[in-house]
């Protein structure tokens, strides 16, 4: 009788470690993976490409807002350097707002909204969104305007990047 006892008392031992242990790692992961949220302000009534280039020695200085979230504060050009490091890997949720406080929403391409945003019927054909983000080198880029209107906006972009490709 006594061997069961401690062989049960092992067992749940064993068990509580082991729960532990996973409680452990999980708490441990769920606080690396999170990032800081982040606010990115975009000039009033802008639309084309938008660069934000991270870590630069003569970015501009790291601001967090009230509710110590990163504030990325884009220029008239479109290419905002700054001190910040990329949370790359993090995760983080991003919100987009014009100067004036306008929210602009992203607009994902398997999103409904996507197709009718070139529907010339559509109510939402002049919508502005956020679309298209990418990272790539420590840096993030996206799109900001009409759906409609992606070329154009790529082209924009493709100019923008031209000082920041090496050349072969």
């Known amino acids: ?13 064993s068990i509580l470690g082991f729960v532990v242990i996973i409680i452990l790692w999980f708490s441990f992961w769920y606080f690396y993976r999170n990032g800081e949220n982040e606010i990115i302000i975009v000039p009033n009534n802008y639309q084309g490409g938008i660069i934000i280039l991270f870590n630069q020695e003569t970015g501009k200085e790291e601001k967090y807002n009230e509710n110590n979230e990163r504030v990325y504060e884009v220029p008239k050009d479109g290419i905002l350097k700054t001190r910040f490091k990329l949370q790359d890997g993090k995760y983080s949720k991003t919100k987009y707002f014009y100067k004036n406080g306008k929210e602009l929403r992203y607009l994902w391409p398997s999103d409904k909204v996507w197709a009718d945003t070139t529907n010339t019927e559509s109510i939402y054909k002049d919508s502005i969104y956020i679309y298209s983000a990418s990272v790539g080198g420590g840096n993030i880029w996206f799109l900001v305007g009409k759906a409609k209107e992606d070329e154009i906006n790529y082209k924009k972009l493709d100019e923008m990047w031209k000082q920041y490709s090496p050349t072969d």
């Open 1 to 13: 009788m006594k061997t069961t006892f401690k062989i049960l008392k092992y067992i749940l031992f």
